[in-house]
């Protein structure tokens, strides 16, 4: 090796690289930490997240429906309880009082009259999820909202306060993070790496793109959306494929009228995530978001018609004074989504000395606190039991919550509510039942070209439909690789069941 020598290497400077080399650098003060990442963090999830710190509040029907999803829930509500302290040792080791009061509390989830049957569902499940944990909120009338005017048609038919959910501002974190590093004496350096260096089943370091090297012993891949060029240094189908989840945040400012004082979202809709408006400030500055669109290679960024409907619906479904607010900025990142849409989260024990830590795919920033002590524990081999993170192991086959003929159900309605959320009207001579029967052919046509049939998720299931031959030609020797490492796998639904 030509270049620098540490203890661990952490590829990515986004919100999980950093979070992990600050609680690296909290539990070994000796340690020899390097962070390596371009400073501009193109495309980076992190840098265009709300970033709402959401956990009852992004529950689906699939939440509670099987071990690996409850798992998932779970480090998502130990993180809603571990934010508060997090954020005070941030602020201590950076000595960042102004990021102390960038969390805001307190999140409304509103159902529009407009609301699609799976948005629908979700709000039962979240209604659900808050009693089943006991989790405080409270039922309120939603023209009470402060901040609420919607369009005539898009009045809420009910809103849920989560006193305990709220937000973040993700910029200043990222921020402060890389203030707090510095001060733990951990080395932030610019720059992108090429390859993991990898010889007789371990790994030994880094090689980066101006081609100098640099030696360490553990290195923890936590490059967001753009891992699959490390996965591929893997034996082929060891670790699920990475994905690219797309997605758009604008930042706003409100023009001579008083804005929102707490995160107002709707429930996630099918395959998306929810309309959310986050306030960042005093100032009427806002955040806007999300848009969701999975891809298999990464997009130049989000289309011109989900950029419209995504600011047409906050101003109609939220407050329709939301046209005067000014454009700042536009924020384009990518979420790291898996085929399956479970996070990599640990080490790999086809290569020693390698760790994952990514995937996150919608919740990253809210979950970080409790990945980065669970990656803590990883590195430095802590004998710690981690019952959640078992299932995220990141060499695994595929996890299939669900059966295909319940996947290809679950696209139908996903789709079918995409075009209702994008304004669809039907004439009443036109039978819902003949859309329902497109989308079944679409989901049908799909899973005969596929290898290996598994359950996809219905965003995922899209975006192999949008871009076929591109998709199948990475999908299905991926497929063929999962057969012939892990054998007929069980799915983790069937065991379930069996259980
Ligand atoms: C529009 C949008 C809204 C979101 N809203 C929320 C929200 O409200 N709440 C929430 O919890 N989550 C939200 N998320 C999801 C959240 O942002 C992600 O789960 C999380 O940020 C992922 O963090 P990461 O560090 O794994 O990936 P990233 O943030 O993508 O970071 C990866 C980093 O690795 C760097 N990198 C890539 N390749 C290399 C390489 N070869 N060498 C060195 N460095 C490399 C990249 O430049 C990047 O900086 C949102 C995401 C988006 C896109």
Same mark, same amino acid.
């Given at each position: 090796m030509d270049g620098g020598m540490c203890d661990v290497v952490v590829v990515g400077n986004g919100i999980i690289g950093l979070s992990t080399a600050f609680e690296l650098s909290q539990r070994a003060a000796d340690l020899r930490i390097s962070v390596i990442g371009p400073p501009a963090r193109e495309g980076a999830a992190s840098v265009a997240a709300g970033a709402m710190l959401n956990c009852f509040g992004e /529950? !689906? =029907?699939? !939440?509670?429906?099987d071990p690996a999803s409850i798992a998932k829930f779970a480090v998502t509500r130990a993180a809603l309880d571990a934010w508060p302290a997090w954020l005070d040792k941030l602020c201590d080791a950076a000595d960042g009082a102004r990021a102390r009061r960038s969390m805001r509390q307190g999140t409304f989830i509103v159902l529009g009259a407009g609301a699609a049957e799976s948005t629908i569902s979700n709000s039962h499940a979240i209604r659900s999820a808050l009693a089943t944990y006991d989790e405080p909120f409270e039922e309120v009338v939603p023209a009470e909202i402060k901040g609420m005017a919607p369009e005539v048609n898009s009045r809420p038919v009910r809103a849920l306060h989560l006193p305990r959910e709220g937000s973040i501002d993700a910029r200043e974190v990222l921020a402060l993070l890389e203030r707090a590093l510095t001060t733990r004496g951990v080395d932030v350096i610019p720059g992108t790496v090429e390859q993991l260096v990898i010889s007789d089943g371990r790994v030994h370091g880094v090689r980066l793109a101006g081609g100098e090297t640099m030696s360490a012993p553990t290195v923890v891949v936590a490059a967001g959306s753009l891992t699959q060029r490390f996965i591929e240094q893997l034996p082929p189908g060891a670790v699920p494929l990475m994905l690219h989840g797309t997605g758009l945040g604008v930042l706003t400012q409100r023009h001579g009228v008083p804005g929102f004082g707490q995160v107002v979202r709707t429930p996630n809709q099918s395959g998306a995530c929810g309309l959310h408006l986050v306030p960042l400030d005093d100032l009427g500055h806002e955040y806007i978001g999300g848009t969701n669109l999975p891809s298999f290679l990464p997009s130049a960024g989000p289309s011109i018609g989900v950029s419209f409907n995504l600011l047409r619906r906050a101003c109609e479904d939220f407050d329709h004074r939301l046209g005067y607010s000014r454009i700042h900025r536009w924020l384009v990142g990518r979420r790291p989504v898996t085929l399956d849409g479970f996070p990599l989260l640990g080490a790999a024990p086809s290569c020693r000395g390698l760790v994952f830590a990514t995937? !996150?795919?919608?919740?990253g920033f809210h979950s970080s606190p409790v990945i980065a002590a669970h990656l803590a524990d990883v590195v430095l081999e802590r004998a710690v039991a981690h019952p959640y993170f078992d299932h995220f192991v990141p060499e695994r086959p595929p996890i299939e919550r669900t059966s295909v003929a319940a996947a290809i159900d679950e696209f139908i309605v996903h789709e079918n509510d995409d075009a209702v959320m994008l304004g669809i009207r039907l004439p009443?001579? =036109? /039978?819902p039942e003949s859309i329902s029967g497109h989308y079944r052919r679409t989901a049908e046509d799909v899973y005969s070209r596929m290898a290996e049939p598994i359950a996809l998720l219905p965003e995922i299931l899209n975006a192999v439909n949008n871009e076929p031959s591109e998709c199948l030609r990475l999908l299905n020797p991926y497929l063929r690789a999962v057969r012939e490492r892990y054998g007929a796998w069980v799915a983790p639904r069937a065991l379930w069941c069996a259980g």
């Open positions: /529950a !689906t =029907v699939s !939440t509670l429906g995937g !996150t795919y919608r919740d009443y001579c =036109v /039978a």
